[in-house]
């Protein structure tokens, strides 16, 4: 592997799917996948009234895509002939896992509280469809939901956002050609940024309530499924923080929490695209410049901001309720003041 910064990182001793070590991550790979399926439909099960209330308003599927199912969301106060903010909302977990069903909760939020229309979108996952289709996949849900007649959508304000995975795919998707000039803002929340190394962060020793960090095993395995043998790690679809402000124009908030081993890369990315000389030693504080806004939850894990995601310690727990309050209305006072100014 190459050490120059300037050449392509190269993913070389990724074992192939037809090996038996490639075989067997392969497998490991599905059985996370269901495994936390059953986790998030205990959850689901746990709390009935509160996911009854989340539900969709439309299913849609398009020709360009049939096989993939969009989840709609209408503002709860919609009237005949109004037109609303899109906001595209695509799915985390590490490539392998996730649909829509997981941002159903925020996806209603979105529309009930801030007059979105919210599609929750659906892309083919790792590892059966590796890099770069689910970029492809979602890039082509955009362009059918603003070509759908049926939805009331303002077509000059669409927001392209999501969480982990699901936030660096907003990232890659900014930068194709065929969307550039009809994504008005870009929100990534704790996105994987950077596959090559070079801003990577640690992963905790222990969170700040005690107990480990258990991102780190399905890190590993996203790193594994997602890019393809003798993939270009620097590629900038795969690698946002490769890119530069002339590959994404759009305005861009983008969340990191603070005990995320993923908060180096987002911050890192942010001042890489606000054109700011990066300070580690202030990497918890928020700012905005040059069309980037950059905001840091202090001592929140990767996912803290989805509403079904609970912090046992009781007191970290009203903190993590308090760092959702606070997010929400930044990232969503932010997004007034872009689409509207």
């Not at 894990?301 to 309050?325: A, C, N, Y």
């Amino acid at each position: 592997m190459s050490s120059n910064k300037n050449s392509p990182v190269i993913l070389t001793h990724q074992p192939r799917v037809g090996t038996l070590q490639g075989i067997w991550r392969f497998m490991c790979a599905i059985a996370y996948r269901y495994l936390c399926e059953i986790l998030f439909f205990q959850f689901k099960i746990r709390d009935r009234k509160f996911w009854a209330a989340q539900q969709p308003d439309r299913i849609k599927a398009y020709p360009s895509r049939p096989m993939l199912r969009h989840h709609v969301f209408i503002p709860a106060g919609h009237q005949e002939g109004q037109k609303h903010p899109l906001f595209v909302l695509i799915h985390g977990v590490a490539f392998i896992v996730g649909t829509p069903h997981m941002d159903h909760a925020q996806a209603r939020f979105l529309a009930d509280r801030h007059n979105y229309v919210v599609v929750a979108v659906s892309y083919r996952r790792a590892p059966e469809h590796r890099f770069p289709t689910a970029i492809h996949d979602v890039a082509a849900a955009v362009a059918d939901v603003l070509g759908d007649g049926s939805l009331p959508v303002d077509a000059a304000r669409v927001v392209v956002g999501g969480f982990s995975a699901g936030a660096g795919i907003a990232l890659a998707v900014a930068q194709l050609p065929a969307l550039q000039g009809r994504v008005a803002a870009l929100v990534a929340f704790q996105p994987l940024t950077d596959r090559a190394g070079e801003a990577k962060g640690a992963y905790p020793a222990a969170m700040p309530w005690g107990g480990p960090d258990d991102m780190k095993p399905t890190q590993t395995l996203a790193e594994w499924a997602f890019p393809a043998p003798g993939q270009d790690l620097r590629d900038r679809l795969l690698s946002p923080y490769y890119a530069t402000r002339a590959h994404i124009p759009q305005p861009l908030c983008l969340v990191t929490g603070g005990a995320d081993m993923l908060c180096r890369e987002g911050y890192l990315t942010a001042c890489k695209l606000a054109g700011r000389r990066a300070d580690e030693g202030r990497m918890a504080e928020s700012w905005e410049e040059r069309g980037v806004k950059y905001w840091c939850a202090k001592d929140m894990p990767h996912g803290w901001t989805h509403f079904w995601v609970r912090i046992k310690v009781e007191e970290w727990r009203k903190r993590q309720l308090q760092s959702q309050d606070e997010t929400w209305e930044e990232v969503t006072t932010w997004l007034d003041k872009v689409l509207y100014r």
